[in-house]
C-alpha cells in the first residue's frame, strides 16, 4: 500500500473554495482499481492544505495520474487557488 500526500499552499482568501472542490467533487477516484480512501487536512496554521489518498500500489496510483478522469478531475478547478506549485510526496506503509 501507499499514502499519497499533495501539499497545496492554498492563496489567501481562498480556502472556502478551494474546500469546496473536494465537498463537491465528482468523485471519479473513487471508482479507480486500487483506491482506498481520500482524505483532505485543513491546516490548523497557515495555508497549507493536505490531500491525501491510499492506494493498493505504485502502479494504481500511476494509472490514475494517466486516466482521463484525472485529467477531467483537475481541468475542473479554478484558477488561483494554489499560491504556487503543490508538493507531491509518495510513502510505502510497511507497518500497520
Do not use: C
Not at 495520474?65 to 510505502?92: C, D
Amino acid at each position: 500500500m501507499i499514502v499519497v500526500m499533495n501539499r497545496i499552499p492554498v492563496a489567501e482568501g481562498r480556502e472556502s473554495d478551494f474546500e469546496k472542490t473536494f465537498t463537491e467533487r465528482d468523485r471519479a477516484v473513487d471508482q479507480m482499481p486500487g483506491f482506498v480512501d481520500l482524505q483532505v487536512l485543513r491546516p490548523t496554521e497557515g495555508r497549507t492544505y493536505v490531500v491525501m489518498t491510499r492506494w493498493k500500489s505504485r502502479e494504481d496510483f500511476d494509472k490514475w495520474t494517466k486516466s482521463e478522469a484525472f485529467i477531467a478531475a483537475h481541468r475542473k478547478q479554478s484558477p488561483g487557488l494554489a499560491e504556487s506549485r503543490p508538493t507531491l510526496e509518495i510513502y510505502e506503509v510497511f507497518t500497520q
